[in-house]
């Protein structure tokens, strides 16, 4: 593991480097991406780096210099070979008084590589009780407010499964705690549109303009009954489903896999700092 804050590189990737008054630590004031490596390469960069400024904005962190997060991919790149992994770029309201409210310190800037595992051709999902909130000030950014998820993936996990879906508070499909849904009925693929409160997920927006699918907002209980489902993100890419709740799907079924060719295909596209 590699490891960049604000301009430098440090010797001990695990290390004290953030003080204990960080906005991002002490109430989760912070924006963050993860973006997949490929023999040393990020994967979408640029898209990646849109949606951290989007997510800035939205969260209210004035002062993102996506060149100097450039620079720490670049850094933090710079060393062992990396077959496969992951980035992990954090932006937080940088130091600041204990409580809500902001202080006046720059932000705080944060890379961070990493090896990781293929994942699984197909794996389980659990649909969790909690809703989300599509209509909350959070809704489509990509914060580390995480802690709703952390909560869903432990039940998915002590239920055998590997994500949590949630819908939303109009009972209509929304996502998975780190993932988009795409879901099969006869023969037509759907995904959630933005407006269900849903992440506007990198992987998803790519499978939608390589692949296609029709973008729709209906009950959770018309994709738990799909004919085929998978889901899409920056560590599983495009995997099938073979488990929801207590129902079990063949998977990965025949669309999944014609979505996870393409994807094979075509991602060497964006590989690289500039893309």
């Known amino acids: 593991m590699r490891v960049w804050i604000n301009g430098r590189v440090l010797s001990d990737p695990m290390a004290p480097a953030v003080p204990v008054t960080d906005h991002g630590l002490t109430v989760g004031d912070a924006v963050f991406e993860a973006v997949k490596v490929v023999d040393s390469q990020p994967f979408a960069l640029q898209r990646h780096l849109e949606r951290l400024e989007r997510s800035a904005a939205g969260l209210g962190l004035v002062g993102l210099d996506t060149d100097a997060v450039r620079r720490g991919v670049a850094s933090v790149l710079d060393g062992d070979a990396m077959p496969l992994g992951r980035l992990r770029i954090t932006v937080t309201g940088g130091n600041a008084p204990l409580g809500s409210g902001r202080g006046d310190d720059p932000l705080t800037t944060i890379v961070v590589a990493a090896p990781m595992d293929p994942a699984p051709e197909t794996t389980a999902v659990i649909t969790v009780p909690w809703p989300r909130n599509e209509r909350g000030p959070l809704a489509g950014l ?54 269900s409160g849903c992440l506007a997920g990198v992987t998803r927006a790519l499978v939608l303009e390589w692949f296609g699918a029709t973008e729709v907002d209906e009950p959770i209980d018309v994709a738990a009954n799909a004919d085929e489902v998978f889901l899409v993100s920056t560590t599983r890419d495009v995997q099938g489903v073979h488990r929801w709740d207590d129902r079990t799907l063949e998977a990965p079924g025949p669309v999944t896999k014609q979505a996870a060719a393409l994807w094979r295909e075509r991602e060497g596209e964006l590989l690289g700092l500039d893309r």
Request: with cysteine; glycine share 10%.
């Open 142 to 195: 990509k914060t580390t407010s995480y802690a709703e998820n952390v909560v869903a993936l432990a039940a998915a996990r002590e239920k055998g499964a590997s994500e949590a879906v949630f819908a939303n508070l109009a009972g209509h499909l929304c996502e998975g705690t780190g993932t988009n849904v795409f879901y099969v009925v006869d023969g037509e693929v759907r995904t959630p549109t933005l407006a």
